[in-house]
């Protein structure tokens, strides 16, 4: 009987477990930076957004009194802090009491979405992405100058 056969055959199998391990994490990698779809909000209606009505929904560390007021809503577009309507926001020159909602573009890279949250100062911060309409009208303005 010839010894190295079953050497080889045990070779072939760690082998093989090697090659389905690594395709098993390469398929994890890519189904980590696949976005999720999101259901489309109609931007002339007062219905939340998903990622809105889930911070709405979730009860922050805040008073009685300041989980019912409405969220402070922040946008990050470019580098700049913008209000809900739009309007340049220094958030360095204020503290936010209450919910406040950070939202940020999907695609921002991960170190400047750590920076712009830290110039926020809020107890009760809640960070989202941007769906599809916020971003239509984000980019609108840039097509117009």
Do not use: C
């Amino acid at each position: 009987m010839n010894s190295t056969t079953s050497g080889n055959a045990m070779t072939e199998v760690a082998l093989a477990l090697a090659m389905a391990f690594f395709s098993l994490m390469v398929l994890t990698m890519v189904s980590m930076g696949t976005p999720q779809p999101q259901r489309p909000v109609d931007a002339t209606a007062n219905a939340p957004s998903p990622q809105m009505a889930v911070a709405l929904a979730a009860k922050g560390k805040g008073t009685p009194e300041t989980d019912e007021k409405e969220p402070t809503l922040i946008v990050f577009w470019q580098g700049r802090f913008l209000d809900r309507n739009l309007h340049s926001l220094n958030p360095a020159s204020r503290t936010f009491e209450g919910r406040v909602i950070l939202a940020l573009p999907p695609d921002l890279p991960m170190g400047e979405a750590l920076a712009a949250r830290a110039k926020i100062n809020a107890g009760n911060l809640f960070v989202s992405a941007l769906n599809d309409k916020w971003l239509e009208r984000l980019a609108a303005p840039a097509a117009k100058e």
